[in-house]
């Protein structure tokens, strides 16, 4: 059963105890903070705003556990970490090339509209081609290695799987905060908790990223200048057709139309949802997106109420 | 601190020319209101106060003279020179002066900036729009990384080579790092703040965790100077080393050389020899000193394998390297040089980012270069956190 989603923005101001209460939650709720890595012990704050029965699924610590107690498995972890880092070098190579090219079509200052777009939908149909030729690779070398290793036949592992099922099978709500989006995905895949999520889940940020089809990371702001927006991995695909924009304000130039406009069609038909401080966003059944989200659209302005 | 000029327009100094009586007191007044060097726009005043037959300021600033005659302010003993210097220039000098037969070159007394080499100290004036950056300070929040020394006998180079190994805060045995081997080392991390600047950058995540072998030199002029013998001693000896006792990347991608001035030519020196192993080079500030035609490149016989290695390389570029990072001060001698290579490099293949600062050839401009070079070469995980 799909269980019932919803997506905040940021918790620079917590909203989440509200946000609990609000969807009735009273039993037990789960925590993941994973993408806080060496941080996810500072979890104090976090789990009493989830309330007195809250508990913390420790899955980072677990992952640790793993590859100290584990070093064969580490090695290859290791191993294919650095392939899949080189595999995104490579992939971010050819998507410069192809976002140069919409880029260049796209400044043509001249010619006949109708051409012009044409050749501009060709274009970004050829990054479309990439981002999922890219993605599909990247869960044909996650499925490579996790058929070689079997994880869930791997002492250490298979033990923290176990206990992560039954404190998921308890849970009413799981909460997944923010932080690093590629630890965080990787724990939430190392210890399956896919097929035992609760009945409700609340997340924010790369937590609320971990949970759409695809994760797509973004800086237009890093310290190297705009960085190119590239598709990472595919997430747990519970909130389907949605591309997942945290901190989308601070993060992207949302004044450059163009690069904006680029971005919601590159991705389309999935959505391109902001989720910016102080959003909550309760989604409907099968994941449908509230009328009141704010996407991006076409012409790269950020609108609310498209879902509508 | 900047002043501004006054709705006038007039200089700090042109007023003070003015003052009646222009006396010992009014320098007084003068000097306790004003931070020497006095920056008004582009318009930065420099002033000596003393007794002498002639006073300078001495620079190194390429298309200007290297000692600027300091002009007296009548019946006073302040001496000024105005200069334009453009927004963000940082300039470093001295004041030279004569008395009968007697010279003497001393920092600007007047002026408590100072730069440090290995040569010793220089005052340092910056110019409007110039700040140092905030990230080659401590900051309290970054974690530090460890330095660890290794002692390593090199057969290329015949002698105990020293390597100080920088380890990024929270370091994992069960990661994987790129490496960054630095030219320079000791300079690097005395005059260039690079621990610091390293903790820091990666604390904000601008730059990957990175574990960095910071190279201790002998001969310097020697091993930088296109030797075989230190290329021998990065590729076949430290670099193994490194790899089979550290978790790191051990690819061409997550390999890098980094060097200034001669060490520049020693990075660039090993990746030509070795032109599979290294995926990245930062070059400041290179010693890529070359002739088109005759042998006379006026850089001293230390230069001269230099010169005979850039000629070849020019003569047939080739690819060594995935990525360069280049940089170079307007004000060096090296600018030309520098910017000579840029289509040199990327016509061989190579991906280039060139910047230019409105620096010297010095620490702290390589310092400053750090963000620029390191944030492109390993950019750190900020897109991956979304807190």
Same mark, same amino acid.
């Given at each position: 059963?799909?269980?019932?989603?919803?997506?905040?923005?940021?918790?620079?101001?917590?909203?989440?105890?509200?946000?609990?209460?609000? +969807?009735?939650?009273?039993?037990?709720?789960?925590?993941?903070?994973?993408?806080?890595?060496?941080?996810?012990?500072?979890?104090?704050?976090?789990?009493?705003?989830?309330?007195?029965?809250?508990?913390?699924?420790?899955?980072?610590?677990?992952?640790?556990?793993?590859?100290?107690?584990?070093?064969?498995?580490?090695?290859?972890?290791?191993?294919?970490?650095?392939?899949?880092?080189?595999?995104?070098? +490579?992939?971010?190579?050819?998507?410069?090339?192809?976002?140069?090219?919409?880029?260049?079509?796209?400044?043509?200052?001249?010619?006949?509209?109708?051409?012009?777009?044409?050749?501009?939908?060709?274009?970004?149909?050829?990054?479309?081609?990439?981002?999922?030729?890219?993605?599909?690779?990247?869960?044909?070398?996650?499925?490579?290695?996790?058929?070689?290793?079997?994880?869930?036949?791997?002492?250490?592992?298979?033990?923290?799987?176990?206990?992560?099922?039954?404190?998921?099978a308890t849970a009413e709500c799981l909460v997944v905060a923010g932080g690093h989006v590629g630890d965080l995905l990787r724990v939430l895949h190392l210890f399956h908790l896919s097929p035992h999520l609760p009945p409700r889940l609340v997340a924010w940020s790369a937590g609320a990223m971990a949970l759409a089809p695809r994760v797509v990371l973004f800086h237009d702001r890093a310290?190297?200048?705009?960085? +190119?927006?590239?598709?990472?991995?595919?997430?747990?695909?519970?909130?389907?057709?949605?591309?997942?924009?945290?901190?989308?304000?601070?993060?992207?130039?949302?004044?450059? +139309?163009?690069?904006?406009?680029?971005?919601?069609?590159?991705?389309?038909?999935?959505?391109?949802?902001?989720?910016?401080?102080?959003?909550?966003l309760d989604l409907g059944p099968g994941g449908a997106l509230p009328p009141d989200v704010r996407l991006v659209g076409d012409d790269g302005r950020i609108t609310e109420g498209a879902a509508a | 601190m900047t002043a501004a000029r006054t709705g006038s327009g007039r200089l700090a100094i042109n007023r003070l020319k003015s003052a009646k009586p222009l006396d010992a007191e009014a320098?007084?007044?003068?000097?306790?209101?004003?931070?020497?060097?006095?920056?008004?726009?582009?318009?930065?005043?420099?002033?000596?106060?003393?007794?002498?037959?002639?006073?300078?300021?001495?620079?190194? =600033?390429?298309?200007?003279?290297?000692?600027?005659?300091?002009?007296? /302010?009548?019946?006073?003993? /302040?001496?000024?020179?105005?200069?334009? /210097?453009?927004?963000?220039?940082?300039?470093?000098?001295?004041?030279? =002066?004569?008395?009968?037969?007697?010279?003497?070159?001393?920092?600007?007394? /007047?002026?408590?900036?100072?730069?440090?080499?290995?040569?010793?100290?220089?005052?340092?004036?910056?110019a409007a729009g110039y700040e140092t950056p905030d990230w080659v300070l401590p900051d309290p929040e970054a974690r530090p990384g460890e330095l660890k020394e290794l002692v390593l006998r090199s057969r290329a180079l015949g002698r105990d080579a020293h390597v100080t190994v920088y380890l990024p805060a929270r370091f994992r045995p069960t990661a994987s790092y790129p490496l960054l081997?630095?030219?320079?080392?000791?300079?690097?991390?005395?005059?260039?703040?690079?621990?610091?600047?390293?903790?820091?950058? =990666?604390?904000?995540?601008?730059?990957?965790?990175?574990?960095?072998?910071?190279?201790?030199?002998?001969?310097?002029?020697?091993?930088?100077?296109?030797?075989?013998?230190?290329?021998?001693?990065?590729?076949?000896?430290?670099?193994?080393?490194?790899?089979?006792?550290?978790?790191?990347?051990?690819?061409?991608?997550?390999?890098?050389?980094?060097?200034?001035?001669?060490?520049?030519?020693?990075?660039?020196?090993?990746?030509?020899?070795?032109?599979?192993?290294?995926?990245?080079?930062?070059?400041?500030?290179?010693?890529?000193?070359?002739?088109?035609?005759?042998?006379?490149?006026?850089?001293?016989?230390?230069?001269?394998?230099?010169?005979?290695?850039?000629?070849?390389?020019?003569?047939?570029?080739?690819?060594?390297?995935?990525?360069?990072?280049?940089?170079?001060?307007?004000?060096?001698?090296? =600018?030309?040089?520098?910017?000579?290579?840029?289509?040199?490099?990327?016509?061989?293949?190579?991906?280039?980012?060139?910047?230019?600062?409105?620096?010297?050839?010095?620490?702290?401009?390589?310092?400053?270069?750090?963000?620029?070079?390191?944030?492109?070469?390993?950019?750190?995980?900020?897109?991956?956190?979304?807190?």
């Amino acid at each position: 059963m799909t269980p019932s989603i919803t997506l905040l923005g940021p918790q620079r101001r917590p909203t989440l105890d509200r946000v609990l209460s609000s +969807l009735g939650v009273g039993g037990p709720v789960a925590v993941v903070n994973a993408g806080w890595q060496e941080r996810e012990s500072d979890d104090a704050e976090i789990l009493a705003l989830a309330g007195g029965e809250a508990t913390n699924l420790r899955l980072f610590a677990r992952w640790m556990d793993v590859l100290r107690a584990d070093p064969e498995y580490a090695a290859a972890e290791r191993e294919h970490r650095l392939v899949l880092d080189e595999l995104q070098q +490579l992939y971010l190579i050819r998507l410069d090339h192809a976002l140069q090219a919409v880029s260049a079509v796209a400044a043509r200052p001249d010619g006949h509209a109708n051409t012009q777009a044409m050749a501009l939908e060709d274009a970004l149909a050829a990054v479309r081609l990439l981002d999922a030729t890219h993605v599909a690779r990247v869960q044909e070398l996650h499925g490579a290695f996790y058929a070689r290793w079997r994880p869930e036949e791997r002492g250490p592992i298979a033990g923290h799987r176990e206990e992560v099922r039954g404190l998921l099978a308890t849970a009413e709500c799981l909460v997944v905060a923010g932080g690093h989006v590629g630890d965080l995905l990787r724990v939430l895949h190392l210890f399956h908790l896919s097929p035992h999520l609760p009945p409700r889940l609340v997340a924010w940020s790369a937590g609320a990223m971990a949970l759409a089809p695809r994760v797509v990371l973004f800086h237009d702001r890093a310290a190297q200048g705009a960085s +190119l927006t590239e598709v990472f991995d595919a997430g747990l695909g519970v909130v389907p057709g949605a591309v997942v924009l945290p901190h989308a304000r601070r993060r992207l130039r949302t004044d450059d +139309l163009p690069r904006m406009s680029v971005l919601a069609r590159r991705f389309a038909p999935a959505s391109c949802l902001v989720l910016d401080d102080g959003v909550r966003l309760d989604l409907g059944p099968g994941g449908a997106l509230p009328p009141d989200v704010r996407l991006v659209g076409d012409d790269g302005r950020i609108t609310e109420g498209a879902a509508a | 601190m900047t002043a501004a000029r006054t709705g006038s327009g007039r200089l700090a100094i042109n007023r003070l020319k003015s003052a009646k009586p222009l006396d010992a007191e009014a320098v007084d007044r003068f000097l306790g209101r004003h931070e020497v060097p006095v920056v008004e726009g582009d318009q930065c005043t420099f002033l000596w106060r003393g007794e002498a037959d002639e006073a300078w300021v001495c620079q190194r =600033i390429v298309g200007l003279p290297d000692r600027i005659p300091l002009r007296r /302010l009548r019946g006073t003993d /302040l001496w000024q020179l105005v200069l334009e /210097l453009p927004e963000g220039s940082r300039v470093e000098y001295q004041i030279e =002066i004569r008395r009968g037969d007697h010279y003497e070159r001393f920092n600007d007394p /007047l002026n408590e900036k100072r730069s440090h080499s290995p040569m010793g100290s220089s005052s340092v004036c910056f110019a409007a729009g110039y700040e140092t950056p905030d990230w080659v300070l401590p900051d309290p929040e970054a974690r530090p990384g460890e330095l660890k020394e290794l002692v390593l006998r090199s057969r290329a180079l015949g002698r105990d080579a020293h390597v100080t190994v920088y380890l990024p805060a929270r370091f994992r045995p069960t990661a994987s790092y790129p490496l960054l081997v630095v030219h320079d080392g000791g300079d690097f991390l005395q005059y260039a703040s690079m621990k610091t600047v390293l903790d820091n950058l =990666i604390h904000r995540l601008d730059v990957a965790e990175t574990v960095v072998a910071f190279t201790h030199p002998g001969e310097r002029l020697d091993e930088y100077a296109n030797s075989t013998a230190h290329s021998r001693f990065l590729t076949q000896e430290l670099l193994p080393e490194l790899e089979s006792s550290l978790p790191l990347v051990g690819q061409r991608a997550g390999r890098c050389l980094l060097g200034s001035s001669f060490g520049g030519v020693a990075a660039l020196s090993a990746a030509y020899r070795s032109p599979d192993t290294y995926g990245s080079l930062v070059l400041m500030s290179g010693s890529f000193v070359f002739t088109d035609i005759g042998t006379d490149h006026g850089g001293g016989p230390a230069f001269d394998p230099v010169v005979k290695f850039v000629n070849r390389f020019r003569a047939k570029p080739r690819c060594v390297a995935d990525r360069v990072f280049m940089s170079c001060g307007v004000y060096e001698q090296l =600018i030309v040089p520098n910017r000579s290579m840029v289509h040199v490099f990327e016509n061989a293949g190579m991906q280039v980012r060139y910047t230019e600062a409105r620096d010297g050839h010095s620490w702290e401009n390589w310092r400053d270069r750090l963000r620029d070079a390191l944030s492109w070469v390993y950019p750190g995980p900020q897109k991956l956190y979304y807190e």
